[in-house]
């Protein structure tokens, strides 16, 4: 165990760059986020290795891998810098327009190209000096990215998550059907027609279930899915060249906006989809993340 004069020999740059580390695991983004050299990172690696006397981190690949001892101590670290935080920033009055801190959020990337530049438009207004970087939702650890502080905030469907991480709806969807012009000016949208056509679906995934797909198996109905790409954008694109149909939640629909294309009505009842908004509890002792997730909250509700 570290005796009392080593651990006191810690200090805040330190810690500070434990947090980098265990929340990118690779020096060279720890360093890009400290505005340091990669060099002056392992040095301080170094230094925590002697203090602590643990390796803490492990090279594995391109990238490390925090040890046990330090999952069990980053939580702890994670904690207090957030509470620091909060007590510095209670000195002053907080002023958005002033803020230099970077936002992480986690999106699906078929849905970044239509909700990403609205939300840098909206914070360029309202924080312009703030930092904001989209990244990869992964649905399997977006638990322990929102606890590492890997990820901010995330944006997806209504999922079964406990505490520590908390969300909020921000919106429920019906479905709608979308199809160009050209090909579904004058068909009348029932569900014996919706069954006979063929359709495009946008997943990330190369197989498997989308969402609206599984509440049409509550209906025992199956459709011939004759596309299947990876964000809306692209399916904007094939819709116009092909008599395929979308189907997709309409606030989605809304933002996809395009003379050639027609919303239809969907010819039965399923589920309204929710979209939340996921974040760790911790995470809201950063007062500037706080007020990032009420700005986002509200932008999506109107």
């Not at 002056?40 to 090279?59: G, I, N, T």
Request: glycine fraction near 4%; aromatic fraction near 8%.
């Amino acid at each position: 165990m570290p005796t009392i004069k080593r651990i006191s020999q810690l200090d805040l740059n330190l810690l500070k760059v434990l947090e980098a580390l265990y929340q990118h695991q690779n020096m060279t983004k720890a360093a890009e986020q400290l505005n340091i050299t990669p060099s002056a990172v392992s040095h301080a690696v170094k230094r925590l290795r002697e203090v602590l006397e643990d390796p803490l981190f492990v090279r594995q690949g391109s990238g490390l891998v925090a040890t046990p001892v330090c999952r069990r101590l980053v939580p702890d670290v994670l904690t207090l810098l957030g509470q620091l935080r909060q007590t510095l920033q209670s000195f002053g009055e907080f002023e958005p327009s002033t803020v230099r801190q970077t936002i992480r959020l986690a999106i699906h990337e078929a849905l970044e190209p239509l909700f990403f530049p609205a939300l840098l438009a909206l914070f360029a207004r309202e924080a312009p000096m703030m930092n904001f970087q989209s990244v990869k939702l992964s649905r399997e650890m977006l638990a322990s990215q929102l606890e590492s502080g890997v990820v901010d905030y995330a944006i997806d469907v209504a999922r079964p998550l406990s505490a520590p991480i908390e969300h909020e709806c921000l919106a429920k969807s019906n479905f709608c059907v979308l199809g160009a012009k050209q090909f579904f000016q004058r068909k009348k949208m029932t569900k014996e027609f919706y069954g006979e056509s063929r359709h495009l679906t946008v997943s990330n995934r190369p197989t498997g279930k989308v969402l609206e797909d599984f509440a049409f198996a509550q209906l025992g109905f199956n459709r011939d899915i004759a596309v299947r790409c990876q964000n809306y954008q692209t399916a904007t694109a094939i819709l116009l060249q092909q008599p395929l149909l979308l189907t997709l939640p309409e606030s989605m629909a809304a933002v996809i906006k395009s003379d050639l294309l027609r919303v239809m009505k969907l010819p039965f009842p399923v589920p309204a989809v929710e979209t939340h908004l996921y974040w760790h509890a911790q995470s809201q002792t950063d007062s500037v993340l706080h007020w990032v997730g009420r700005t986002l909250a509200a932008h999506f509700k109107r």
